[in-house]
């Protein structure tokens, strides 16, 4: 079993920033998928097991980043919110790939809300 320690998120008004953190109990490819209201969880960012590569997804390039230190934390931080952005957000693992193709594990979820 992978264990996973979220931290962060809260409320901020449009324009501002979040930074997000999940700590995992192993090196793996990890990353945040979101779930907005009403909608279907989604793929936030991800990035590879030792952080040479990082994706994210339309919704979010340009605004948020995400990043990890050479132990098991990554962080993603979150800028220019948008009312959007609204979701509850789940860090996950990829215990089998470099990249975080087919989560395995998932942290009990961190809510994020922006709101003017």
């Known amino acids: 079993q992978v264990q996973l320690e979220e931290s962060g998120g809260g409320v901020a008004q449009p324009g501002g920033s979040l930074r997000l953190s999940c700590t995992a109990s192993g090196r793996y490819a990890m990353g945040w998928y979101r779930q907005r209201p009403g909608r279907d969880r989604e793929f936030v960012a991800s990035?590879?097991?030792?952080?040479?590569?990082r994706y994210h997804g339309s919704s979010v390039r340009g605004r948020f980043l995400i990043s990890r230190d050479t132990g098991t934390t990554a962080h993603l931080q979150m800028n220019n919110l948008k009312t959007e952005d609204t979701a509850i957000y789940f860090c996950a693992v990829d215990v089998s790939n470099m990249q975080l193709q087919q989560p395995d594990y998932w942290g009990q979820g961190t809510q994020v809300v922006v709101s003017s």
């Open positions: 990035i590879t097991r030792k952080g040479a590569n």
